[in-house]
């Protein structure tokens, strides 16, 4: 059982739409999440990080956590072709003391 | 210098060449990271060095040998390796220590190892 995991996608989003990223996770001493923005070819890029059950917003990104379900999500509103890139959920093992990452989901935004 | 810088950025070698991978973090944490990212494959975690000192070793072969002189570098030196360790090398750094908080980490801009 993967310790986090995301559907690989691809995920196609008209623009201007919502885009919704999910995330579950297996470990339910977790504690932080994290969620990080990959352009090909690039290095990860970190956009939200939550730890509070409910919802932190930043700008048009959403980060949702639901430690009962043991489920994040990321919400991007108006969505823009430059957001289209393959998104990383992670969250910190507190046991391990160590970040774990799912395999991402690809999002494309079509104009 | 700002967040994590990677030396060089691009790197092609042979399979009996000797060279290492250089990352210097300027945002203060106490933890470092290599990761390896291949082509369409999840982020692999390779080694962690918290205080300088390795804490993870996730099954690398020896021909990956990390070195942290300091919590501010860290290094990889890479000798008689394969063509499938071609990929994205990434190196992260982070605040390490108990209780809640920031554990996000930081990445730098990776190295693009070919070997042939």
């Known amino acids: 059982q993967k310790e986090v995991e995301q559907n690989s996608g691809p995920l196609s989003v008209p623009e201007g739409a919502i885009a919704s990223l999910n995330c579950t996770y297996s470990?339910?001493?977790?504690?932080?999440f994290f969620w990080y923005r990959q352009y090909s070819g690039k290095s990860p890029e970190l956009i939200m990080f939550i730890y509070s059950n409910g919802d932190k917003e930043d700008g048009r990104f959403t980060a949702q956590l639901n430690k009962a379900s043991q489920y994040v999500s990321l919400l991007i509103r108006d969505s823009q072709p430059s957001d289209s890139a393959t998104y990383l959920c992670a969250a910190f093992h507190s046991s391990a003391s160590k970040i774990i990452f799912g395999s991402g989901t690809r999002l494309s935004i079509r104009p | 210098e700002t967040g994590v810088t990677q030396t060089p950025r691009h790197l092609v070698m042979g399979m009996t060449n000797k060279k290492s991978l250089k990352c210097e973090q300027h945002?203060?944490?106490?933890?470092m990271y290599w990761y390896k990212q291949s082509a369409k494959k999840p982020l692999e975690l390779m080694f962690v060095?918290?205080?300088?000192?390795?804490?993870e070793n996730n099954s690398v072969p020896s021909r990956f040998s990390p070195e942290c002189p300091n919590s501010s570098h860290l290094f990889l030196h890479l000798h008689t390796l394969q063509p499938e360790d071609s990929a994205l090398y990434l190196c992260?750094?982070?605040?390490?220590?108990?209780?809640?908080?920031?554990?996000?980490?930081?990445f730098g801009p990776g190295t693009r190892l070919t070997v042939t």
């Open positions: 060095y918290n205080f300088k000192e390795q804490t």
């Open positions: 945002l203060g944490h106490n933890a």
């Open positions: 992260a750094s982070s605040h390490y220590g108990g209780g809640q908080g920031s554990r996000e980490q930081y």
């Open positions: 470990d339910r001493g977790s504690q932080s």
